[in-house]
């Protein structure tokens, strides 16, 4: 595995992170998983407040990156708002709802995966920093 960056994954890897944010998702973790299993380059995990908002934040990315010509593979979970999964092909995103991501901890599953973070990721970042400090 090489601690180099991949640029070309990264941007690809921005226009769901933006997906995801349009319906305000918390905790969003991008891995890069490329080395580690052939399922996928990247997950995605985030979760949402609510049974609901997970299964309103899944339907927004579909629609969102559809508007780009990607459809996902296959869709799981979301109905019941629990654990979404989105099988992009390269790209699978997780998102659950809060206590469910925390009980499964996919980030300890996955502990030897790179973090990556993209434009939109970062900038999401500061911006909930910034929020932080106004609020204190």
Avoid at 22 to 36: C, D, F, H, P, T
Wanted: some cysteine.
């Amino acid at each position: 595995m090489t601690n180099e960056p991949d640029p070309f994954l990264d941007q690809s890897l921005d226009l769901y992170v933006k997906a995801a944010l349009g319906k305000k998702a918390i905790g969003l973790v991008i891995l890069n998983v490329r080395e580690l299993t052939s399922i996928a380059d990247a997950f995605i995990i985030c979760s949402g407040r609510s049974n609901r908002q997970v299964s309103a934040i899944a339907e927004y990315i579909q629609v969102d990156l559809k508007k780009h010509g990607i459809k996902p593979l296959s869709v799981e979970g979301i109905k019941e708002g629990h654990w979404v999964l989105l099988d992009y092909g390269h790209v699978i995103i997780h998102i659950f709802y809060e206590p469910v991501r925390n009980f499964y901890d996919l980030e300890g599953l996955w502990v030897d995966a790179e973090k990556i973070q993209t434009e939109s990721l970062i900038n999401a970042m500061e911006e909930n920093m910034k929020t932080d400090e106004d609020d204190e």
